[in-house]
């Protein structure tokens, strides 16, 4: 046995299933819509339409500003009970026409709809073909694309919602035309901070990369000539051409794969799935693919981060995060990934739990077998979780030294006493976080310095071997 | 002519009937902007759905209910973490939120036994809570579940629990407001007059429309301890689900909201010969004359004047502080509805600021009655305003600061004006004396923020940045 | 002798359109009960008779009559020295103004709906 190789120290177990209760006290994901809706914004030109009450829309506005704290525009066509009654046609034509005449600039129209206008059954593809009519005959000079995103609130959840509203927008726009030698990136639900690291990586590389969907602006500045300059860059012309590009790199499996899917199969662009790069092990496999595709080789520079990398969690795990439990929520490429990132850091995940009910799919993932092979203590993986079954759990007695998740679990980190670090979506309890990466090098050694303060912060208050820190 | 077609509406015209810029002399029967009516489809327009209006607004509030969203877990999701309602309990209002996880088969093969099921193992997990408040949304309301039937069942097999269900799916009227009076008749309908509580004071009221924003009720009730006056149910802030079944047991509704609650108080007043006697609780002079009408009303005028001078030497030289620092400065108010005529004259005469724009999300016409009753010559009175009209009125009437919700308030940050949450506060309560003391404070803390001066700044500019030599003073 | 009358129900209605929540219940008929209610009350404690409190209805009339009739005393010096015909008729002079204004001539839809 080589000395890097890791051995099996006792057979753990791994445990996948989903909670036992079919209702949902404290959700940790939103709807099919409200996912959609941010694949939406990422793009440049483009205000989404959301068929439904306006409860759909208005919330995950304020949603959206509660975590970026900005503002990002998106409509509604404002459902009333005579569509509910009458179908709900009419408004879309009408949003469509009032959207494209009041916003110059419009190039994009994602026309999302809810689980009402779902059952009402409007024919979605038909309006919108009829819009389409209206505005070159209103509008000749204009060229507005209207994307049909189907995300009836009733089925999958944000997570879902948001790979379906991508793959809507390439399956619409992307066209053959002549190859652009740009790699396609699907980030996946990430934050601006993780944008402007991978924008940093393929400088690095000296790739050219289309960022699907590039959400770097959704941190914007105040500026002195008060222009707001918050909304996606992902251009038309992007989307266009992520049928001509040399490689689809899918860094999620539940959030964009499936876009990736879409062009290898209809457009024959080669598809790649890696493992989100969270930790030091899974950001290496995403450069060496990167590497694999472009031929373009890892230069020194990222070798050097990688190694400030390493040198900070050096200092923290054996001493700091060995044998501390940890419990991680959020959407299953963050708990998976960051399971993996807390398994290189001597953190034991011991509870992960994952919103929604693609329990088939979870069994297939390549990350919980590799939890299987390494873990050396029991690791229990909830699917359809809520987030009064980690409440439970922990009022059962699940002894945890770490919460890792968003801010709507803040409560059970509050009462239980237990260190909590924000991580995920959303985070609006938290200052600033939508600015740093979680992923990457430099993510996964920002993650353990905020848990180290968090932990240091936690034996000051409580008076827990706080002297430990009286020289470190 | 009074209504104005701003020029981001030239193509939806119909926007007209809904901007107002008063002057003296216009008539009043021609300038009521229209109100609670349907939004144009892709506005952008800031309403919310009939069941937020039911959940998050009113029932939600309630410390000691469970809230059963029947519908996907959206409905529960957003209306969950977007309010600051603390209560004595230990806010178990806004920790937990409830839904029944509404999937396909659900929607095909009907949603009933999904709620039992969901109904059941909320109270078996927790077993200290014995009151629910069930809501349908647009999915469970369009396949036509019988929840009031599923309920029914569930208070059958467990009698110690009770169950109120509010039937308002997002798609019922045009914004929160229709939730606001789902809730309200429904709660009259079924659950006023279904308990009797012990009456230990001969001065009883309701307290109607306040939702304990950032710990109003709080300090309104320290008032009402003063006075001697059992408040016998609070609608809804702090409040409790039976004390809200005693509703008909007081002497008096005194009603706050008049928007989100007047139709209990109307109805109270119908069935039960309950006068309602509507205040304002925010500004020193419309609460001293709430606190007199009360008092009035019961006959112990003297215990209220003895509140009301109290109240006066510890509050009113603090807020007299900021109001000579404050004067002519301009304010935008763009929230919900009520607040836009319970703040403009309150700011006016308490704070010397004048109120130039105001937009309502959900009032009706009757709110704008008030507000242009109370509201100045030269402002905009708006209707269901949507973002481009926020845009072009910020330019016509340059402001100061603004109360409006966080989303609006980034939008408004990049413009360089500074925003207070006027839904949830910056740092309440702002009712009552010592919370308009705060409110005061909050305002002079904004428009004093040095960062709005240094953001003006462009670092290219040969001139140097002119800041004001001193902005703030030691309060 | 008109022009005055009719300013100083100017003034009075000026006072009622900025203070009086009463004015603009959710209904018609409220809106009548109320301005007949507590215009009545007013007049009468103008006129230095004893408030009628039989009635919770009478109570809370009183309750906002008591605030406004306070109010007028100070704002307006003339009220003192006017007799009760004349405070009478400045208060029916009055109640035209609010009837029209918030009943009459008010577009407000919602008035005559049956039901709140």
């Not at chain 1, 790739?207 to 300059?229: G, H, N, R, Y």
């Not at chain 1, 879409?262 to 290496?284: A, C, E, M």
């Not at chain 2, 036994?113 to 200290?128: C, S």
Request: glycine share 8%; with cysteine; aromatic share 8%.
């Amino acid at each position: 046995m080589s000395t890097c190789e890791m051995a099996d120290v006792k057979s753990a177990e791994v445990t996948l299933a989903p909670k036992a209760r079919a209702g949902v006290i404290n959700p940790m994901y939103d709807c099919q819509p409200a996912g959609a809706q941010f694949a939406g914004i990422g793009v440049k030109d483009c205000i989404p339409l959301v068929h439904g009450g306006q409860g759909c829309s208005m919330f995950v506005r304020l949603l959206f500003a509660q975590h970026f704290k900005e503002n990002f525009s998106i409509a509604s066509t404002s459902l009333h009970e005579d569509s509910a009654v009458f179908g709900g046609k009419k408004r879309i034509e009408e949003g469509v026409m009032v959207l494209a005449k009041r916003y110059p600039e419009l190039r994009v129209i994602p026309l999302i709809t809810t689980c009402s206008t779902e059952i009402i059954g409007d024919d979605i593809e038909g309006t919108l073909r009829l819009c389409d009519r209206a505005l070159k005959a209103e509008l000749p000079d204009r060229e507005i694309h209207l994307v049909p995103v189907h995300t009836p609130s009733f089925k999958g959840s944000q997570v879902t919602g948001y790979a379906e509203c991508v793959k809507s927008l390439i399956k619409t726009l992307a066209k053959k035309g002549e190859p652009t030698g740009k790699l396609n990136v699907l980030t996946g639900w990430v934050n601006p901070g993780d944008i402007t690291l991978l924008k940093h990586y393929f400088a690095e590389m000296d790739v050219a990369a289309t960022i699907l969907m590039d959400t770097e602006d959704f941190d914007s500045p105040m500026l002195p000539d008060k222009s707001i300059k918050t909304y996606g860059r992902t251009t038309v012309e992007d989307l266009r051409d992520t049928a001509n590009a040399v490689g689809t790199l899918a860094l999620a499996r539940y959030e964009g794969a499936a876009a990736g899917e879409f062009l290898r199969d209809t457009h024959q662009v080669p598809h790649h799935p890696v493992s989100t790069p969270y930790g030091i092990k899974n950001t290496d496999d995403m450069l060496r693919k990167i590497q694999e595709i472009t031929g373009k080789e890892i230069p020194e520079s990222l070798v050097h981060e990688r190694g400030i990398a390493l040198d900070a969690l050096a200092d923290l795990a054996h001493m700091f995060f060995a044998n501390k439990k940890v419990a991680i929520y959020g959407h299953p490429d963050l708990v998976l990934g960051l399971a993996q990132f807390c398994m290189e850091v001597e953190l034991e995940p011991v509870l992960l739990l994952i919103g929604d009910d693609q329990g088939s799919k979870y069994k297939k993932d390549p990350r919980i077998a590799e939890l299987k092979r390494t873990a050396h203590f029991d690791i229990d993986i909830v699917h359809n979780a809520d987030l009064w079954e980690l409440e439970q759990r922990i009022k059962d007695g699940l002894k945890l030294d770490l919460i890792l998740g968003h801010s709507k679990g803040r409560y059970i980190a509050i009462d239980a006493k237990i260190p909590m670090v924000r991580v995920g979506f959303p985070t609006f309890d938290r200052a600033g976080l939508y600015r740093k990466p979680t992923i990457g090098y430099r993510g996964a050694m920002e993650l353990a310095e905020s848990i180290a303060n968090a932990m240091f912060t936690h034996m000051e208050y409580t008076r827990e071997r706080e002297w430990i820190l009286n020289t470190w | 002519m009074p209504m104005v077609l701003l020029n981001c509406d030239t193509d939806i015209p119909e926007r007209q009937k809904h901007v107002y810029l008063k002057s003296p002399d216009d008539d009043p029967a021609t300038c009521l902007p229209v109100a609670n009516a349907p939004t144009i489809p892709g506005t952008l327009s800031e309403r919310g759905c009939a069941f937020c209006g039911a959940k998050l607004v009113i029932g939600g509030v309630l410390k000691d209910a469970i809230q059963m969203i029947h519908g996907p877990i959206g409905c529960a999701y957003d209306t969950w973490h977007t309010k600051r309602y603390p209560t004595d309990n230990g806010h178990f209002n806004m920790k937990y939120v409830w839904s029944t996880d509404m999937k396909e088969q659900h929607v095909v093969f009907g949603g009933d036994k999904r709620l039992a099921q969901a109904i059941n193992e909320a109270f078996d997990q927790m077993p200290d809570v014995k009151r629910m408040i069930v809501y349908t949304t647009c999915p469970t309301a369009l396949i036509g579940d019988d929840v009031k039937a599923t309920v029914r069942q569930v208070m059958r097999d467990r009698p110690d629990v009770d169950i109120f269900t509010v039937e308002c799916p997002g798609f019922s009227g045009v914004s929160q407001s229709k939730g606001h009076h789902v809730l309200n008749i429904g709660w009259i309908n079924e659950k006023v007059g279904t308990l009797e509580k012990e009456i230990t004071s001969e001065y009883t009221m309701n307290l109607i429309g306040d939702f304990n924003i950032q710990g109003d009720t709080f300090l309104l009730q320290k008032y009402w301890d003063r006075l001697g006056i059992q408040v016998i149910s609070h609608f809804t802030g702090n409040g409790s689900y039976d004390d809200l079944r005693s509703m008909h047991q007081a002497r008096l509704s005194v009603v706050n909201c008049a928007r989100s609650s007047g139709y209990i108080a109307n109805e109270l007043k119908k069935r039960y010969g309950i006068p309602r006697l509507d205040i304002d609780t925010w500004g020193f002079g419309y609460m001293t004359d709430g606190i007199r009408k009360i008092c009035a009303f019961f006959g112990i005028e003297e215990r209220g004047e003895e509140l009301i001078a109290e109240e006066w030497a510890k509050w009113k030289p603090q807020l007299d502080w900021y109001k000579e620092r404050l004067q002519g400065k301009r304010m935008a108010i763009w929230t919900g509805g009520p607040r836009l005529w319970h703040w403009t004259k309150a700011v006016e005469d308490d704070m010397g600021i004048e109120v130039v724009a105001m937009s309502s999300k959900f009032g009706h016409e009757e709110d704008f009655e008030k507000v242009i009753a109370r509201g100045r010559d030269g402002t905009y009175y708006i209707d269901d305003g949507n973002e481009l009209e926020f845009f072009e009125i910020v330019d016509l009437v340059k402001l100061d600061v603004i109360f409006t919700g966080p989303r609006v308030g980034e939008l408004m940050k990049k413009m360089h004006i500074p925003y207070i949450n006027g839904h949830g506060y910056h740092n309440g309560p702002y009712m009552g004396f010592e919370g308009f003391v705060n409110m005061a404070r909050d305002i002079y803390n904004a428009v004093n923020n040095p960062l709005r001066f240094l953001a003006a700044q462009d670092i290219r500019d040969p001139l140097p940045l002119i800041m004001p030599e001193r902005l703030r003073e030691a309060a | 002798m008109n022009t005055m009358l009719d300013e100083r129900v100017d003034e009075l209605l000026e006072y009622v359109e900025e203070k009086c929540l009463w004015q603009f219940f959710s209904r018609a008929w409220d809106r009548q009960e109320n301005i007949d209610g507590v215009l009545d009350q007013t007049a009468n404690l103008l006129a230095g008779h004893a408030p009628r409190l039989a009635t919770p209805m009478e109570r809370l009339f009183y309750a906002d009559a008591k605030i406004m009739v306070d109010d007028l005393h100070s704002r307006f010096p003339w009220i003192s020295e006017s007799g009760e015909a004349e405070i009478r008729q400045l208060l029916d002079g009055l109640k035209g103004r609010l009837v029209e204004n918030v009943i009459t001539k008010s577009t407000n839809r919602e008035l005559n709906q049956h039901l709140y």
